[in-house]
């Protein structure tokens, strides 16, 4: 009787499993083609649009769009490397008073969006700021009389974004001099060379390709950000996406415009991948390096190279922002900012769990069903970190706004009714750009928890008996919940903090908190802007404490 019923009790466990795996095989398919849609839609509107309004850019800013874009990210990208390395070396390898608490407060200024810098340093830096009215009622000098750095420039935005961006290289760095070997340092100690030639000459090139994926990072950051650049009237590419959007009426620009960024995010892209397979090294015995104890004007040195950034980077823009957030008229507790709270919140929540899920098909999907296709998919998600913002909104935008006046055009035709914007300006919408951006970076957090899932859990799992499903919700989900967590909280976040995607895509009426602190800025109402931007902060403060205790856990 046995022998008879085996078979009937099998065969429908592997059509299950079959079903279940074509359905993550699809839902991994329809994910794949909705992040790349936005690459695909400015590529066609870009090469099927008119070229008078770019040909009149071209001849006007376009050369000055690409100059600053290009110099932002040379600038950014040697301020990162010099700052996250520096103070990498120096909490790794090295010993000196206050190195603990260095060690993590050198992470925290990555909760800041760089706008936010932006408002803090410009109330304090700006003509009519303490600075620079302390220093005339001292002197007595007029405007006239003296000359200080302007910070609305080219150069500012470089340093704002370097505060905020370092810690991408600084955490990469750290982990990768961490994992060396003392006895490379050593040997090269014995072949005489003092610690500091064996820095340059053994300890930073064998961190080479993890210092570039950070700077790499950094310089992608630089040309997706659209608020610092925007407020220092800094044309970049960014801005000039958002002009031709909003200000111009044209689409076909702004998407000529968009493919020219995506290209240069597409190329730094590339050359971050390739970055980690190459300069590799290989110790054969991992011997844990004591740290050097610095003394005298180095151990001075030491201690101001790693306050600087913590100074400039968290203590004073925090000091700026909450002196600032007293003195303005902008109460939180106050029936619109509790509708601008509660609408970063449900798009942030909402974007969180999205993209999380996305992120479990695609992983799950290339766990179970490894090969080219599975490989492709999760390409293709990952792809949408080196997008901007803005890039992701006008690729979305001109398909879905394409569809809906399809759709508005076929029912006044057949029914004489209007059926207006379905997808276009709705919450919905602006999601899937979010998913699209951040998808990136829930990936990494869910590959990340399963490593630690050993191959023969699963076949333990599908010999008694489980499916694919199965196996997923009764072994893979209760180890991956530490990490699926993580990945919620750092695309919440991220999606707080998301300005150009959120101007450009956001529905009628409906603001949030970053969209308030660029509003207030840009009419130039900094006290009122520290209100929303401190609260900004106060999230971003989760994921990174996260992070630093992570830090903290690897030595």
Known sequence: MAVIETPHTERPSAARKSSRVTALGIGAAVLAALCLLP???????????????LNALSQTVLPRYAGTTLILVILV?????AIGTGAAWLVTMTDFPGRRFFEIALVIPLAFPAYVMAYAYTHVLDHPGIVQSTLRDVTGWGPRD???PEIRSIGGAALMLTLVLYPYVYLLARTAFMGQSASTFFAARALGKTPWQAFFQVSLPMARPAIAAGVLLATMETIADFGTVSYFGVQTFATGIYTSWIGMGDRGAASQLALGLLAFALILAVLERQSRGEAKYHASRIETMGRLHLTGLRRKGAVLLCALPVLFGLILPTIALVLMGIGSEQDLLSRRYIGFL???LSL??????????????LGYFQRVHPGGKATAALYIGRLGYAVPGGVIAVGLLVPFAAFDNAVDAWMRATFDISTGLLLTGSIWLLIAAYMIRFLAAALGSYEGGQSAINANMDAASRVLGKTTYGTFRRVHFPILTPALLTAMLIVFVDVMKELPATLIMRPFNYDTLAVQAYRLASDERLEGAAVPSLVIVAMGL??????CRRVGRQR
């Open 39 to 53: 690459m695909l839609a400015v590529f066609y509107a870009a090469i099927t649009t008119g070229t008078d309004t």
């Open 77 to 81: 990208a040697l301020g990162t490397f």
């Open 146 to 148: 003296y000359w200080f």
């Open 342 to 344: 509660q609408n970063s």
């Open 348 to 361: 942030a929540s909402l974007a969180a769990v999205l993209t999380v899920c996305a992120a479990v098909v």
């Open 542 to 547: 989760i994921p990174v404490i996260l992070l």
